[in-house]
């Protein structure tokens, strides 16, 4: 598609290297980005001629089994194109530290907490990165293929 | 039944020689105390739709004596937690169920309530009965309105039968709070 191919040059053209493969799995275009990146790459694609201006959504995939990597997965809109677009970055196991999108969308706020509750990810930058879903004092990150099926930490009813 | 009127000297059904009854006190305050349950609806879930439907006209709850919802636990007999409770919510059944005055029934309406159902997960609670104390479980995901009306009942034949506490009987001290 000519038009996907304007949006890897320019991408190329601002981030020279630092652009995965591109994927073509679904209508949608999919990028892999270096994770020291992101942050830089999102306010561009959000501005200008891209105009990836709607974050749609953000969340995680756990490939530390398979892959030692946990993979951050973006979902942006474009209103001028009317087209998505997935970001992916990969974490590795041992540092689980990303940029925060806080100040650019919104929306990122609550969605990284999550990401931060259930998986772990450490967001940095984010303006108040606590437990959004779980309660104060539980340990650990659920979501995680870690995490035994089974375990399970009851909440202690006599405290608030 | 808990009223049992004597039966006439001419052994006549139903009629009351004298215009008395006799009865038992504690007979006398289960049938008062088991057709006046003000039920205080927990509702998180999707089994709160059959609870609707109970509560409503197609079933309608208020003709066993227990159609009166409060939406205050003070004002309440009967707790129905119906649905799914998470560990984040369990603190708060346990504050409603101590705002309850006694006496006070609690019922787990649906799967969740009762054991978790389908939910046997790190966030829901296995069964509220790990929280609070409760009267009757009905089965079910969701259960039938007629299901529920069955449970109620029991729970009626259950609040018949019970020992009244005496109001001015001193009360054993407890472990709560």
């Not at chain 1, 020291?36 to 089994?65: H, I, N, Q, W």
């Not at chain 1, 590795?92 to 259930?118: C, H, I, M, T, Y």
């Not at chain 2, 709850?61 to 009166?68: A, E």
Request: aromatic fraction near 10%; hydrophobic fraction near 40%.
């Amino acid at each position: 598609m000519e038009e996907k191919g304007s949006l890897v040059q320019e991408l190329e053209t601002l981030f020279p290297g630092k652009l995965g493969p591109a994927q073509d799995l679904s209508r949608d275009d999919v990028f892999t980005l270096d994770r020291d990146f992101l942050p830089e790459c999102a306010a561009r694609l959000k501005e200008g001629p891209f105009d990836y201006s709607m974050l749609l959504d953000l969340t995680c995939v756990d490939y530390l089994a398979g892959q030692g990597c946990l993979e951050m997965v973006y979902t942006f809109f474009s209103l001028a194109r009317q087209r998505r677009l997935r970001l992916k970055v990969r974490l590795p196991q041992d540092d689980l530290r990303l940029g925060s999108l806080a100040a650019l969308w919104k929306n990122a706020d609550w969605l990284e907490r999550e990401v931060f509750d259930l998986f772990g990810v450490r967001f940095e930058g984010h303006p108040d990165l606590r437990r959004i879903l779980l309660y104060e004092g539980f340990e650990g990150h659920p979501l995680r293929k870690s995490y035994p099926l089974r375990r399970r930490q009851p909440r202690d009813v006599s405290r608030k | 039944m808990g009223l049992k009127p004597d039966r006439a000297a001419d052994g006549k059904r139903g009629s009351v020689q004298g215009g008395f009854i006799t009865t038992r006190f504690n007979h006398m305050l289960g049938w008062a105390r088991k057709f006046s349950l003000f039920h205080y609806p927990f509702v998180t879930a999707c089994c709160g739709m059959e609870y609707m439907s109970t509560a409503c006209a197609h079933f309608d709850i208020d003709r066993f004596g227990m159609g009166w919802t409060r939406f205050s636990p003070r004002q309440s007999d009967m707790l129905l937690v119906v649905g799914t409770v998470s560990q984040k919510l369990g603190p708060v059944l346990k504050t409603v169920y101590d705002q309850m005055t006694e006496p006070k029934w609690v019922v787990a309406v649906g799967a969740c309530a009762a054991s978790g159902g389908i939910y046997d997960n790190y966030a829901v609670v296995q069964g509220i009965d790990s929280i609070i104390p409760v009267d009757v479980y009905i089965p079910g995901c969701p259960p039938r309105p007629e299901t529920i009306l069955d449970a109620l009942i029991k729970l009626q034949d259950k609040i018949q039968k019970q020992e009244q506490d005496w109001r001015w009987k001193k009360k054993a001290p407890s472990s709560k709070n």
